[in-house]
C-alpha cells in the first residue's frame, strides 16, 4: 500500500460557513437586546425545522421583527448581527402542504407551501443554496429552536424551565440551575486505501443504491480518535490507521456536531457490516465518484451524500486531492 500524503476539505463544509456577529455579551443586557429586537429580522422555524425562503431556496425569508411584535417575546432567541441587522428566531405552528419537488439529494426532506403560497424549506434541503451568513444563521436557528423543544424540563429536579439569556440558556424555575444547548459530538471518517478507493456503506433504511462514508457517536471517556477506530471496526470490521482529523460541521438533526477524520484500511480486509446497521458496504473507485459528482451527486447504481452533509465536502475533497 502506497501512503497517499492526508487531504484537506477543499472548503468550508455547508453549514460550518457563518459570519454573523455572535455578540455573547447582548444576551443578557435587556435593555441592548430591546433595541436589537426593534430593527431586527426574524426567522420563524417550524416544528419540522422549516423556515420561509424565497428565491427557490437560495435565500431566507425572514420577517422585520416589528411585524411579529411591538415588544420582544421572552421566547425570541437572538441569533447574532450582521451589519446593522439583528436576526432572531422564534418557534412557530403554521399550516403547510407538502411540495412535490424537495432540492435536497437525499429526497427524504423537503419543501412545504402555506396557503399563501410562501415556500418553506428545511436545512437539509437547501443548507448548500444559502450564502455563508443565511446558512450560519439558519443552523444555530434550527439549532436552538431543537434544544428548547427538547430540554423543557429541568435535568437536576424535573421542574419546567424558562428560557434566558436571549435563548441561548434556561432556568429552572424550581431549583434555579442554568442550562446551556447541547451538543453531542459524532465522528465522521473517509476510510480510503491509500490510493483510488474509498471505503463506503450504506444503511438498510436509507434508499436504495444510497451510499456514505461511516460515522458514529462518541462515547462517554472516548477520545475522538478511539471512537473513529471503534465505529469503524463496529460497523465494518475493519481496522483503521492514519488518523487525521480534516474538519468539523454543526448539524443540529436535532443535536449534533460532525468532526470529520480520514483513516486508511486494506482492501484485502474483509468487510463484516454490522447486523441492522449496515447492509452493505464495499469499496469504491475514484473513477465511480468521479462520474456520480459529474453527475448531480448520483449514478444508477451509486447515490452520494447531500450537498448540505459534510460527508458530501468530505468525498468531493478525497476525490479532488492530488495523487
Ligand atoms: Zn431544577
Known amino acids: 500500500m502506497t501512503a497517499r500524503a492526508p487531504f484537506q476539505l477543499v472548503a468550508l463544509p455547508a453549514l460550518s460557513r457563518a459570519t454573523a456577529a455572535r455578540d455573547e455579551t447582548a444576551r443578557k443586557d435587556a435593555d441592548r437586546l430591546d433595541q436589537l429586537w426593534k430593527s431586527g429580522q426574524v426567522l420563524l422555524v417550524d416544528r419540522h425545522g422549516r423556515t420561509p425562503v424565497r428565491d427557490a431556496g437560495t435565500a431566507l425569508a425572514p420577517r422585520p421583527a416589528q411585524e411579529i411584535a411591538a415588544d420582544r417575546p421572552g421566547a425570541a432567541m437572538l441569533l447574532g448581527e450582521e451589519g446593522d441587522t ?9 399550516d403547510l402542504r407538502p411540495t412535490n419537488a424537495p432540492p435536497g439529494a437525499w429526497g427524504l426532506w423537503g419543501g412545504a407551501v402555506s396557503d399563501t403560497g410562501e415556500e418553506w424549506h428545511d436545512l437539509r434541503g437547501i443548507g448548500a443554496l444559502l450564502d455563508d451568513t443565511a446558512a450560519g444563521l439558519f443552523t444555530t436557528a434550527v439549532g436552538l429552536v431543537n434544544w428548547h423543544a427538547r430540554a423543557r424540563f429541568c435535568a437536576k429536579c424535573g421542574s419546567p424551565v424558562t428560557a434566558s439569556a436571549a435563548g441561548w440558556s434556561t432556568t429552572c424555575t424550581g431549583c434555579g440551575r442554568e442550562e446551556y444547548p447541547r451538543t453531542d459530538p459524532a465522528v465522521i471518517c473517509l ?22 462514508i461511516l460515522a458514529g457517536f462518541v462515547e462517554t471517556g472516548e477520545s475522538l480518535e478511539a471512537c473513529v477506530a471503534r465505529e469503524i471496526a463496529e460497523e465494518v470490521g475493519v481496522e483503521v490507521a492514519d488518523i487525521h482529523y480534516l474538519g468539523s460541521q454543526p448539524w443540529p438533526f436535532p443535536r449534533s456536531i460532525m468532526i470529520g477524520f480520514t483513516a486508511t484500511a486494506d482492501p484485502a480486509a474483509p468487510l463484516t457490516p454490522a447486523d441492522g446497521e449496515i447492509e452493505h458496504a464495499r469499496w469504491v473507485p475514484r473513477a465511480e465518484i468521479t462520474q456520480a459528482l ?3 451527486g448520483q449514478t444508477p447504481t451509486l447515490i452520494l451524500p447531500g450537498e448540505t452533509s459534510i460527508a458530501r465536502q468530505m468525498i468531493e475533497s478525497w476525490v479532488s486531492a492530488p495523487a
Do not use: C, F, K
Not at 86 to 94: D, F, I, K, R
Not at 191 to 212: F, K, N
Open 191 to 212: 476510510v480510503h486505501d491509500g490510493a483510488d478507493q474509498v471505503l463506503l456503506a450504506r444503511q438498510p433504511i436509507w434508499p436504495e443504491h444510497r451510499y456514505s
Open 294 to 296: 459529474a453527475n448531480g
Open 86 to 94: 439583528a436576526y432572531w428566531a422564534l418557534s412557530t405552528v403554521v
